[in-house]
């Protein structure tokens, strides 16, 4: 689900209700590794990741931000960046392949897409936010 779009990514909310979860997709083609990008795009996405970890610190207070770029399923670069909480049904352990994902509900997913975009800004301005 597509929350906003920056100068470099699109950024996406996980269709996990477990977690809050967004995904940084670089709208640069053929990327699939970091470094693939050019020196410019690879600090715009640092700001952009920096900008999505603080929206998601101020939407739930996270005991912890994950932030990773696998890419193991889906090659296109993109990033994850994740809300931790102790006790979450995953805590300690990496949110991948320990439950298979809980969709939203319509309501928990207007109310968090409400909530995020307003923290996002939807002006894809791309700044600190």
Known sequence: MELVRWPLCRVLLMNDARYPWLILVPQ??????IFDLS???????LGE????ARALAAYGHPDKLNVAALGNV???LHLHVIAR???DEAWPRPVWGVHPARPYGEAA?????????????????????
């Open 109 to 129: 997913r207007q109310e968090r897409l409400t909530a995020l975009r307003r923290l996002l800004g939807e002006g894809g301005e791309g700044g600190e936010g």
């Open 49 to 52: 990741t920096r900008r999505a």
């Open 74 to 76: 889906v090659a296109q």
């Open 28 to 33: 640069r083609p053929g990327m699939r590794e």
């Open 85 to 87: 909480f102790v006790g």
């Open 39 to 45: 020196e410019e795009d690879q600090a715009r996405l």
